[in-house]
């Protein structure tokens, strides 16, 4: 009976190259990626109370552990994971090292930073297990990957570990040089031609992304309604929290019709560039969620907060930065760059307008009015040329 278990129920994982190019996203999936809303919206959720250059920083680099662990996760989960007991029973442990992992979140950088330190150590204690599973059933043309691989988690363990003994500022500071090595790190691993043969950009991958980038847009609405919540309830409360939440909306309609399920050119450094891509765009969006908590609280005043002014505004200029960015890694931008490229143009010129709207801090229904009607320029501008170019199809 035991052996029958094990033939059926506890598989081993997919070997590198076994790529399931028309897999869809699964229900697992799913409920794994759901507890990353609790963890972003702990980080967020100190960020809207703490709006400051120091809490900017600390936000972007637990921000930026978090979205490495959700990265390392889903990659392991395309490449390698089955539709079986082995695959299930590890990630529901990855969930609950990440729902301990909220816990501790929002003082991260403060009072609950060994803590944080040591759960997410074993958070990649789990996916290194995982990864040096599949280099022991590797063919050899893979074993040098996989080892540098192995050698960049071994090594985050290591920093992770060592962080929960430092004081509060060192151990942020280790923390943000470990977020920066893993963006290199991906850069160099992920764009050597050998990942190429077992590494793919797949529509469930890019499904996978574009789901995350839900999950942050969810912080965008627990914004506006912590705003609301907080603060005084007056029409001018509430008109102020609609149009916050419209930035939601911009963010949303600008990603998912010229982003969203869209792959990028089939080039291994390319993919990799589309992939870190989605750390700053989904880093803004989250920051912009925070940043709805004050502008909301303050809508009654006659001038937004310079804090929250610049909070707001950089983070979507961060966001259509990125946007812009990943548009040009994109198949489809390869074929249509007539289409694209002026697309491209105005995200990046949207992204230094709404700087100034973040300069002059107008009234917070103001800032969020002007804001979105930026980004429904933008958003029209595209259209049209859309339009232009496939006449025939239908929306």
Do not use: C
């Not at 301990?100 to 150590?121: C, M």
């Not at 995982?130 to 920093?159: I, N, P």
């Not at 991906?186 to 999950?215: C, K, N, P, W, Y």
């Not at 912009?288 to 909070?311: C, K, N, R, Y």
Request: hydrophobic content about 55%.
């Amino acid at each position: 009976m035991f052996s029958r278990f094990r033939r059926r129920f506890w598989l081993p994982p997919r070997a590198h190259g076994e790529i399931i190019e028309d897999r869809t996203v699964s229900f697992l999936e799913l409920f794994y990626d759901l507890v990353y809303v609790v963890v972003i919206a702990a980080a967020a959720h100190t960020l809207a109370k703490d709006v400051t250059w120091q809490g900017v920083g600390e936000f972007a680099t637990v921000f930026g552990l978090i979205w490495i662990a959700w990265l390392n996760g889903t990659t392991y989960y395309e490449l390698h994971g089955r539709e079986e007991g082995r695959t299930r029973t590890f990630v529901f442990i990855q969930m609950l090292l990440l729902a301990l992992l909220a816990v501790f979140a929002g003082d991260a950088t403060s009072d609950t930073g060994p803590q944080f330190a040591i759960v997410y150590t074993l958070y990649l204690v789990v996916l290194s297990w995982l990864w040096y599973v599949v280099r022991r059933q590797d063919s050899e043309e893979f074993m040098a990957v996989t080892a540098r691989y192995l050698t960049g988690m071994v090594f985050s363990v290591v920093v992770m570990a060592a962080s929960a003994l430092l004081p509060d500022g060192p151990r942020t500071l280790a923390w943000a040089g470990l977020v920066v090595l893993w963006v290199v790190f991906s850069q160099v691993v992920g764009g050597d031609d050998e990942v190429a043969h077992g590494m793919v950009i797949t529509d469930s991958m890019s499904e996978r992304f574009g789901l995350f980038v839900i999950i942050v847009l969810g912080e965008v609405v627990v914004g506006v309604v912590d705003g609301i919540s907080e603060a005084e309830l007056t029409v001018r409360t509430v008109a102020t929290g609609i149009l916050a939440l419209m930035i939601g909306f911009a963010y949303w309609w600008t990603y998912f019709d010229y982003v969203g399920r869209r792959i990028p050119k089939n080039e291994p450094r390319i993919r990799v560039r589309w992939m870190v891509a989605h750390l700053p765009t989904t880093m803004s969006i989250a920051a912009a969620g925070a940043a709805m908590v004050g502008l909301i609280e303050h809508a009654g005043d006659s001038s937004t907060p310079q804090a929250t002014s610049w909070l707001l505004t950089g983070s979507v200029s961060i966001g259509l930065l990125a946007l812009a960015s990943t548009i040009s890694t994109l198949q489809e931008a390869e074929k249509h760059p007539d289409l694209y490229r002026p697309v491209g143009r105005s995200l990046v010129g949207a992204a230094l307008v709404v700087l100034i709207l973040g300069w002059l801090a107008p009234a917070p229904w103001i800032l969020a009015l002007s804001t979105v009607a930026l980004l429904g320029l933008v958003w029209q501008f595209a259209l049209d040329r859309w339009l232009r170019f496939f006449p025939d199809v239908e929306l």
